[in-house]
């Protein structure tokens, strides 16, 4: 069966403070409530990551990455809107990836 596979890149580190204000499973624990608000399942993960900000310093940080299949666009965008604002992670963007699969359920 050809599927998508949706995939989101979540950095901790809060947009205004540039700092891990949440713990590492605080943050897990916001965002799979969100998930089950929005999907009927999903994987998730810790990676360590980096990137160059706006303002050219290169900023460390720990990450949540998720995987969802059996969901349209439509919802992880609602997802994504909801990690972040400032209730939940304020994050000034999400890592948002597509694959597209040939996926059975067996």
Known sequence: MKITK?????????KDTKHQ???TKQATQKVEQILQSY??????????????????????EKSLRVELEFIDKKRVLQIIDKIKSKECLNQESVIY??????????
């Open 97 to 106: 990836a597509i694959q597209k699969l040939n996926s059975n359920l067996i």
């Open 39 to 60: 999907a009927d399942g999903w994987t998730i993960y810790q990676t360590n990551g980096g990137y160059k900000h706006m303002d050219g310093v290169f900023i460390k």
């Open 6 to 14: 949706h995939i989101l890149t979540i950095g901790l580190s809060d």
């Open 21 to 23: 204000i949440y713990t």
